[in-house]
DNA sequence: AGTAATTTGTTCGTATGTATC
DNA sequence: AGATACATACGAACAAATTAC
């Protein structure tokens, strides 16, 4: 088994794919449950992730409907 | 039982303490379990709080050592 | 109209690793 | 060698908002 990456390592990781235009502005990210699939870690984890990028002003969240790149 | 404050209060709540002169420069904060008593959360709390305010820039950790305020 | 499912967000408990004293 | 302290991750539970049916 591969080693995971750790929150931090997947938060640079998803900060470059905004910045690269893998997410454009004003789009949505996979939810907390792909983006656990995804980098095979825990939903804990991937909300810890969210929480930094929301921190940074990377994304913003909104309950219910998902996690948005802002324009 | 009063309301425990959410993370982000606590983290808010510690950077005003730095800001104010309470923990200065160079100094250390309480450790993580002497924190996580004062405020009545989780250790896990503490650690999160903790690691928001190094994403910050606001302090500094050190494994084995302490957590101190930056010069 | 109303219930269930989905999604974000927080917290606790526990375990483990690493560094320092 | 042992105790202390920071740091990360998993598992689980729960709340609140939104969406789907």
Known sequence: ?????????????????????????????????????LYSVHFGTIARVIALLRDRGVVIGSPGRGTFVPD
């Open 1 to 37: 088994m591969p080693v995971p990456m750790s929150y931090t390592q997947i938060a640079d990781d998803l900060a470059d794919r905004i910045k690269s235009g893998e997410y454009p502005p004003g789009s949505k990210l996979p939810s907390y449950n792909e983006l656990s699939t």
